[in-house]
């Protein structure tokens, strides 16, 4: 009972994480909800890498709508995903955005004509995209600690309840 909780609790903690890093990249890649930014090259390569999108987002929803104490190996391959995620969402506010600017001023946040209040936009949202992704980490690291010992329990729990007959010395 208590396994099946704590993975209905960490799939739906997963999924909304997914969700909302899928999201923040879609909002990359579209800055003031318009697409000829980024049909134009105005959008950060890391935001066209779109690992919000198929690293901590499809790969961990993946991982979520199977059974997740069935493959480590998905479990570990998930954890890289999201940490490549974390990774790319750090470098993305590095670098900063792309921009059309002023070019007779220097160049400073209030200087960015096109598009309005990009700087706003990538900060924020890199920033949400990258702690979603540390906080997919997270619980995936505390799953990976705690899942074989909920694994053997619950096999335990299902050996014992389908076969008594073993524990039993009557003849």
């Known amino acids: 009972m208590c396994v099946s909780r704590c993975l209905q609790c960490v799939g ?8 909302i890093c899928m999201l ?3 909002l990359l890649l579209l800055p003031q909800l318009k697409i000829h930014f980024l049909l134009e090259g105005h ?3 890391e935001a066209t890498w779109a690992t919000g999108l198929w690293a901590s987002g499809l790969m961990v929803c993946y991982m979520v709508t199977r059974c997740v104490c069935v493959c480590l190996f998905l479990l570990f391959l998930c954890l890289l995903a999201a940490s490549i995620c974390c ?3 750090v470098t993305g506010l590095v ?3 792309l921009c059309l600017y002023n070019a007779t001023t220097d160049t400073s946040s ?5 598009p309005h209040s ?5 900060i924020v949202l890199f920033s949400v995209m990258g702690v979603a992704s540390l906080l997919q980490n997270l619980v995936l690291c505390i799953f ?7 694994v053997q329990k619950g096999v335990a729990s299902a050996c014992i309840r389908s076969d008594r007959s073993l524990w039993s010395f009557s003849t």
């Open 95 to 97: 670098q900063g955005p």
């Open 118 to 122: 990009v700087v706003e936009w990538n």
């Open 24 to 26: 923040s990249n879609v």
């Open 43 to 45: 959008v950060t390569r």
């Open 110 to 114: 209030s200087d960015f004509r096109n």
């Open 87 to 89: 990774l790319v969402s």
């Open 144 to 150: 990976s600690y705690m899942s074989p010992v909920q």
């Open 12 to 19: 739906r903690s997963l999924a909304v994480l997914a969700l």
